[in-house]
């Protein structure tokens, strides 16, 4: 069955430096993407970055990037240069080629400091 | 404004009422999904459509629920005999047809909040 999990409940960074949060997945599908999305508290669910699993290169997406290790099975998220703004839930989840539906993680609340 | 527009934000209803919502999708997609999001855990697939057959149901989607989708444009989710444990935020989703399934992100509407008392 699909998983997401992230074990990082609550993350904390300093602004304009860079923070790592963690996604790791479980999938019995070879074809499958990996998304990450933000979560302000104003509710709506914007999307940032999405990894193919036949993509050889790691996404960008302007200040963030995803650090896929397919071996591993993790597709961790980087923030560079966290702003105030960046403060929200994040989360990540997938969806594979047998299904429609995204299967989300828990979400890591982070909290960017000034 | 050409996002997923989610229509009331905020309900708050006594156990026992009634409720429907209404989810109008980005016009040119074509698949359109039903999320339930508890406080502190991540969304939870309820249903989805493409154009106006609604293809999967999630066993979250009891009997009390029903959603459609007629013409294959906006979509309603109703709530029939509300219970408190229906308290949740609800978001629709859409989401382009493309060649590869697992390619295509969803965009997420700002949801509707419920609160049932």
């Known amino acids: 069955a699909q998983k997401i999990t992230q074990t990082q409940p609550g993350m904390f960074v300093q602004e304009k430096e860079a923070v790592t949060l963690d996604c790791t997945y479980d999938?019995?599908?070879?074809?499958?993407?990996l998304f990450w999305y933000k979560q302000p508290s104003s509710g709506e669910m914007i999307f940032l970055i999405y990894?193919?699993?036949?993509?050889?290169q790691n996404a960008t997406e302007g200040r963030y990037s995803l650090n896929f290790q397919k071996a591993r099975k993790s597709a961790n998220l980087v923030i560079s240069a966290s702003q105030l703004g960046d403060s929200a839930m994040y989360f990540c989840?997938?969806?594979?080629?047998?299904?429609?539906?995204?299967?989300f993680g828990a979400g890591t609340r982070l909290a960017v400091h000034p | 404004d050409t996002g997923v527009s989610q229509d009331p934000r905020h309900k708050i209803t006594k156990r026992g009422q009634n409720v429907t919502f209404r989810c109008d999708p980005i016009?040119?997609?074509?698949?359109l999904y039903w999320y339930r999001q508890t406080l502190g855990q991540g969304p939870e697939f309820l249903t989805y459509f493409q154009n106006e057959a609604q293809l999967e149901k999630s066993r979250l989607l009891s009997d009390r629920f029903s959603a459609e989708r007629p013409k294959g444009s906006f979509s309603t989710l109703e709530i029939q005999r509300t219970e408190q444990g229906d308290s949740a935020m609800y978001l629709c989703?859409?989401?382009?047809?493309?060649?590869?399934?697992?390619?295509?992100?969803?965009?997420f509407g700002q949801g509707t909040r419920l609160t049932v008392v």
């Open positions: 989840a997938m969806r594979d080629g047998g299904y429609n539906k995204l299967i």
């Open positions: 990894q193919g699993s036949y993509d050889e």
């Open positions: 999938t019995s599908d070879q074809s499958y993407g």
């Open positions: 016009s040119e997609h074509n698949r």
């Open positions: 989703a859409s989401s382009r047809a493309g060649d590869r399934l697992w390619k295509t992100e969803a965009f």
